[in-house]
């Protein structure tokens, strides 16, 4: 899968390898476009805004062959290392993701506060992060098909957040 004399292989030929020869299932990203926020807002967070903007641009579900299997996921990413760095950066069902996701809204609601108090009031009833979190908390013992609904139901709250800080 990888070619030394071209160096890494490219996210769409990594996400062609694992569905046709793996025959693993990779669906998303489930956004072309999202909200641009204003300038004004995310000054102190941009970093943040633009995590949030990526999580739904660019990461996917996978379901691979591996299931509950996380031993056996582990030693195949570290003898495919272009599998792994696949995986880490576009992978929307990583526990990792989804809570650096979360702490972006949180981090994005604190900054703007301090200049926008009513917009961030809007931004910490729409990130429902008390509720997010409580889900994250049981996140590894969910099945496949619970991660995957969580995944994107944070993925509306992620939508929903940009807008507010678009309007």
Same mark, same amino acid.
């Given at each position: ?6 160096? /890494?292989?490219? /996210? ?7 569905? @046709?020869? !793996?025959?693993? $299932? %990779?669906?998303?990203?489930? &956004?072309?476009?999202? /909200? *641009? +926020?204003? +300038?004004? &807002? ?16 660019? *990461? ?20 495919? +290392? ?8 576009? @992978? =929307? ?7 650096? @996701?979360? &702490?972006? !809204?949180?981090?994005? %609601? $604190?900054?703007?506060?301090? $200049?926008?108090? #009513? %917009? ?11 509720? !997010?979190? #409580? $889900? %994250?908390?049981? &996140?590894?013992? !969910? ?9 994107? =139901? ?5 939508? =929903? ?7």
């Amino acid at each position: 899968m990888r070619d030394e004399k071209r160096g /890494p292989i490219d /996210p769409a030929e990594t996400r062609g390898y694992l569905q @046709s020869e !793996m025959g693993w $299932e %990779i669906e998303g990203p489930f &956004y072309a476009a999202v /909200p *641009t +926020p204003k +300038p004004e &807002y995310i000054t102190r967070c941009a970093k943040d805004a633009e995590r949030l903007a990526y999580h739904l641009l660019k *990461t996917v579900i996978i379901k691979d062959k591996f299931d509950k299997d996380h031993s056996s996921r582990r030693l195949f990413e570290r003898s495919h +290392p272009e599998v792994d760095t696949y995986s880490s950066e576009y @992978s =929307k069902l990583g526990g990792n993701r989804l809570l650096t @996701s979360v &702490y972006a !809204m949180d981090e994005v %609601i $604190e900054r703007v506060r301090r $200049e926008y108090p #009513q %917009i961030a009031e809007k931004l910490k009833t729409t990130a429902k992060s008390t509720e !997010m979190l #409580q $889900e %994250i908390a049981g &996140y590894n013992a !969910m099945s496949f098909e619970d991660k995957v609904r969580f995944a994107r =139901k944070l993925d509306d709250v992620i939508y =929903k957040f940009l807008s507010v800080l678009s309007e």
